[in-house]
């Protein structure tokens, strides 16, 4: 699997951005893609995912409200809609693939096998 992440990039507090990740390879019944974020000196946080068959998703606290993820399996791109950005949401944004997925381990970094590059979100004025 490839994933290529696109769509970061400086936002005044309050304003929106809509990142993509598009991603190449075979999908099954298992599968699911992920976006988690690492800001400068910490760890690499879950933020939001979506399982490719149902569509169920989960958020971590932080996000819930404000992100939305969603996918487009013609194009097998997903999106994080991002709305209401804080300052504290800055960060290098990744997207993820898993071929293993199950509901209780869609927020854990270590179900997820595949990774793409990073974006970058700055949230400043």
Known sequence: VQLQ????GLVQPGGSLRLSCAASGP????Y?????????GKER???AAIKWNGGSTRY???AKGRFTISLDKAK???YLQMNSLKPEDTAVYYCAAS??????T???????KYWGQGTQVTVSS
């Open 5 to 8: 992440a696109s769509g970061g």
């Open 27 to 30: 999908t099954y019944s298992s």
């Open 32 to 40: 699911a893609l992920s976006w988690f974020r690492q800001a400068p």
């Open 45 to 47: 946080d879950f933020v």
């Open 60 to 62: 971590a606290d932080s």
């Open 76 to 78: 097998q791109t997903v």
């Open 99 to 104: 071929y293993s997925i199950i509901t209780s």
């Open 106 to 112: 869609m927020g854990e970094r270590s179900a997820y």
